[in-house]
């Protein structure tokens, strides 16, 4: 699966931006997606994750109630949907595909990133 993340920029605390992740190769629907951020100086951290068919989500605790991961199987496409967002949520935001759990090693496909800037 080859992924490409886009959507990030510059917005103020209290906006909202909304991720894209299109997705080519193998069986997108096929596959559990995840999207992941890092902040400078930080490690990676997981940000929510969503099911094959989207039924099933999940969600760190720092976003809960502020972002909504879903997904489009006919368009190939996952989205990261961040409302209310903090400076916090500074950071470069990832999606990936293939993994089950809120581990980045447990998934084997990547994006490139793309940078989300939240200004206080």
């Known amino acids: 699966v080859q992924l490409q993340a886009s959507g990030g920029g510059l917005v103020q605390a209290g906006g909202s931006l909304r991720l894209s992740c299109a997705a080519s190769g193998r069986t997108f629907s096929g596959n559990n997606m995840g999207w992941f951020r890092q902040a400078p100086g930080k490690e990676r951290d997981f940000v929510a994750r969503?099911?094959?068919?989207?039924?099933?989500?999940y969600y760190a605790d720092s976003v809960k109630g502020r972002f909504t991961i879903s997904r489009d199987n006919a368009k190939n496409t996952l989205y990261l949907q961040m409302n209310s967002l903090k400076p916090e949520d500074t950071a470069v935001y990832y999606c990936?595909?293939?993994?089950?759990?809120?581990?980045?090693?447990?998934?084997?496909?990547w994006g490139q990133g793309t940078l989300v800037t939240v200004s206080s």
């Open positions: 969503i099911s094959s068919g989207g039924g099933y989500t």
């Open positions: 990936a595909a293939g993994g089950r759990g809120r581990q980045g090693s447990e998934y084997p496909y």
